[in-house]
């Protein structure tokens, strides 16, 4: 989700965003939402988004999250389980720790 200035250059940040997530080997959902200035309108003291597609996409957007989270939980456990297992690694290491200490 990303709020721009104008409509020219609102995707910017959720482009940048993206490059992020990728650089630290995270996933980033497909649908995006992006916002503009001309999107809200301010009433008693709050901010609504008062475009009717976006509010529809930011539905859509949390259900995409929402199955992509499920899907991704299986992995996630299978994965902790096995990265955090005391039993000793095939060259005898059990930590990281043992990696950075010199003798």
Same mark, same amino acid.
């Given at each position: 989700?990303?709020?721009?200035?104008?409509?020219?250059?609102?995707?910017?940040?959720?482009?940048?965003?993206? /490059?992020?997530?990728?650089?630290?080997?995270?996933?980033? /959902?497909?649908?995006?939402? /992006?916002?503009?200035?001309?999107?809200?309108?301010?009433?008693?003291?709050?901010?609504?988004?008062?475009?009717?597609?976006?509010?529809?996409?930011?539905?859509?957007?949390?259900?995409?999250? /929402?199955?992509?989270?499920?899907?991704?939980?299986?992995?996630?456990?299978?994965?902790?389980?096995?990265?955090?297992?005391?039993?000793?690694?095939?060259?005898?290491?059990?930590?990281?720790?043992?990696?950075?200490?010199?003798?």
């Amino acid at each position: 989700m990303s709020c721009g200035n104008s409509d020219r250059t609102g995707g910017q940040p959720c482009d940048h965003l993206r /490059i992020v997530a990728r650089g630290l080997l995270a996933v980033a /959902i497909p649908t995006q939402l /992006i916002t503009v200035p001309a999107d809200f309108t301010f009433a008693q003291g709050h901010y609504h988004l008062a475009n009717e597609a976006l509010q529809e996409r930011a539905v859509h957007l949390a259900e995409e999250l /929402i199955t992509y989270t499920a899907m991704m939980q299986p992995l996630r456990t299978r994965t902790a389980d096995e990265s955090f297992s005391l039993r000793p690694r095939t060259n005898g290491l059990h930590s990281l720790g043992q990696l950075s200490t010199r003798r």
